[in-house]
């Protein structure tokens, strides 16, 4: 009986040092996204900064982006039409 404790106890212990560097990896992971998150957020943070400057600045510059923003919608349109006829 002790030794069939002890293979079990080994055996515990295995799985609790797998779960130990599981953990370990993981956290590890969650570090790095969280870091990548920042870096996107500072991106989009400025791109926004940056067009609500554009938005502001006059009127040409809101019609030029009005007309950026209607072709980006019709572009977006046209190519799921296409690929939704590619798949057929």
Do not use: P, W
Not at 22 to 41: H, I, K, P, W
Not at 64 to 88: D, E, H, K, Q, W
């Amino acid at each position: 009986m002790a030794h069939s404790l002890a293979s079990k106890v080994t055996r515990l212990k295995s799985l609790a040092l797998d779960i130990d560097r599981d953990t370990e990896d993981q956290n590890r992971y969650l570090d790095g996204m969280d870091s990548d998150f920042l870096s996107v957020t500072g991106l989009l943070t400025g791109s926004v900064n940056r067009f609500s400057t554009t938005a502001r600045s006059g009127r040409d510059n809101r019609k030029l982006l009005c007309g950026m923003a209607v072709g980006l919608t019709v572009l977006f349109f046209i190519l799921s039409y296409l690929l939704s006829r590619a798949r057929t």
